[in-house]
């Protein structure tokens, strides 16, 4: 099987009511952790990369990898996005260089501005066989290029999603109901507007809807990097059971970085610390690969409900 658009993905997440897990990628172990866990799963999954792991990977492993991936496991739907497109060269760059599906993410401009910048994208996307998300809404939080602070998020609303759809034709739309980038995402209790996702699905029934900044910070990954000489206080992301809600009442895809993140370095942490003595990169950056593998399992069977959904 070759790389696939988000297409067919999001149709039977919408007709089954499950989520499918997008995941953030920086380097071949990131990546055979994600796909091993979604082929063992039988589970469809989506790489993404945002610009900044671009410049730190370059397009062209990137994208080799990805492949091998493919060739790997060849009966799982697997998808490579561009993860918050900053601009329309960016979104070009990576369609012309085999991406299936983009993000271009105008939400820091005005709604004109956006939809203007959203229609140019698909436009070019669409000549390429290639499917686009835009953002309406923006997130707080802090996360590679993406940086807005509390004062400046604001929620999607619904009437305006109806228009930014039908204007662009985007294939999907990330909203903002509450959930925000980076490890500190919430101050005091979780909650997500879910009257809003509500009301924003009744207005685009057909439009699937993304869920960006919604790791859960998972407690057990954080104390692991504490333990072993991290300091990351206070971290708070979005309880699983409230993404699970998320995925069964009209969420198409779920992003995943933090959580990666913090298997990635909680495990190499714990090896530095219990064998001092190691210093072979397999062997920390394959702890790192198991941990990423056992967080992306529970995220496709615990949360997402996308389990034997290839």
Do not use: W
Request: proline share 4%; aromatic share 6%.
């Amino acid at each position: 099987m070759a790389l696939v658009t988000t297409k067919e993905m999001f149709e039977k997440s919408m007709k089954e009511n499950f989520a499918i897990g997008a995941f953030n990628i920086n380097n071949m172990e990131m990546i055979q952790g994600i796909v091993d866990a979604a082929a063992e799963e039988n589970a469809p999954v989506i790489l993404q990369v945002s610009s900044s792991a671009i410049k730190y990977a370059r397009i062209n492993y990137l994208m080799k990898m990805v492949q091998a991936a493919v060739e790997e496991h060849p009966n799982i739907p697997i998808a490579i996005h561009l993860d918050h497109g900053p601009d329309f060269e960016t979104a070009k760059m990576c369609i012309d260089n085999g991406f299936t599906s983009v993000m271009i993410d105008g939400s820091k401009y005005d709604f004109e501005e956006n939809v203007a910048l959203t229609k140019k994208v698909v436009d070019y996307a669409h000549e390429h066989g290639v499917t686009v998300e835009a953002e309406l809404g923006k997130l707080a939080g802090i996360e590679d290029d993406v940086n807005v602070s509390e004062a400046d998020a604001m929620y999607t609303d619904p009437e305006q999603a109806k228009e930014f759809v039908e204007r662009t034709g985007c294939d999907s739309l990330a909203i903002a109901i509450g959930t925000s980038h980076g490890a500190y995402k919430f101050k005091g209790e979780a909650k997500l507007r879910f009257d809003i996702l509500k009301q924003i699905k009744e207005k685009i029934p057909n439009t699937p809807i993304v869920l960006h900044g919604a790791s859960t910070v998972i407690p057990e990954l954080l104390d692991m990097c504490n333990k072993y000489g991290g300091n990351i206080p206070g971290a708070k992301g979005v309880p699983d059971e409230i993404l699970h809600e998320a995925s069964t009442s009209g969420v198409s895809k779920i992003n995943v970085d933090t959580d990666l993140r913090l298997a990635m370095t909680g495990a190499i942490r714990k090896v530095f610390t219990e064998e001092p003595s190691a210093f072979d990169p397999r062997k920390y950056l394959g702890a790192g690969r198991d941990e990423v593998k056992k967080a992306v399992q529970h995220k496709i069977r615990d949360v997402f409900g996308c389990s034997n959904k290839a």
